[in-house]
């Protein structure tokens, strides 16, 4: 059974940094883009980054660019958002996601496992 669990969420005040880890079980993946996405309160899933199965192409939304890096370790079947500078707006659940081909896409329908999610609060 094919899992992904995501770790490494919390409450930090503004400026500060978190670094997400999302793990998969189950299956390897090293050949799929993976990606992270966010969902705030009353707002819809967005994309905030994504990565090519090799790790040589990245994509960023503009509100995380620039503050944000994701990286992948195939070894370890795990990807990672780095997230420096955070803002009260970046407050979401971020979950991440596995693609269904190499590339990163922009839609969540062009990804096809998920995580649970894990709860990132920026205090102002």
């Known amino acids: 059974q094919v899992q992904l669990v995501e770790s490494g969420g919390g409450l930090v005040q503004a400026g500060g940094s978190l670094r997400l880890s999302c793990a998969a079980s189950g299956r390897t993946f090293s050949g799929y883009a993976k990606a992270w996405f966010r969902q705030a309160p009353g707002k819809e899933r967005e994309f905030v980054a994504g990565?090519?199965?090799?790790?040589?192409?990245?994509k960023y939304a503009d509100s995380v660019k620039d503050r944000f890096t994701i990286s992948r370790d195939n070894a370890k079947n795990t990807v990672y958002l780095r997230m420096n500078s955070l803002r009260p707006e970046d407050t979401a659940v971020y979950f991440c996601?596995?693609?269904?081909?190499?590339?990163?896409?922009?839609?969540?329908?062009?990804?096809?496992?998920w995580g649970q999610g894990t709860q990132v609060t920026i205090s102002s």
């Open positions: 996601a596995v693609g269904a081909s190499s590339a990163p896409g922009l839609l969540a329908g062009e990804y096809t496992y």
């Open positions: 990565i090519s199965w090799d790790g040589d192409y990245t």
